[in-house]
């Protein structure tokens, strides 16, 4: 499906987001016609428009919590 990344549904690439803004300043796309281009809800089109930097995704802390527990543990596991 254009405008999602397979890994993970739901984020717009920052190539997608270049090409939305480039087609509509420069080659006067509508909204409507690059959301349904893109497969997008018009207002998500309009948002990536607005935004003058890339697109920031928060980041989890759960990679940090595992590694700290995963540094805890024994490095090898006896089995009874």
């Not at 087609?23 to 607005?50: G, Y």
């Amino acid at each position: 499906m254009p405008g999602f990344l397979p890994e993970n549904p739901g984020v717009i690439d920052v190539e997608e987001v270049a090409e939305i803004r480039r087609l509509h300043f420069v080659e006067k796309v509508t909204v409507s016609e690059l959301a349904k281009q893109f497969k997008l809800f018009r207002p998500t089109i309009r948002k990536h428009l607005h935004t003058l930097d890339e697109p920031v995704y928060p980041v989890r802390g759960g990679a940090e919590k595992l590694n700290n527990r995963l540094s805890e543990r024994p490095a090898t596991f006896e089995r009874p």
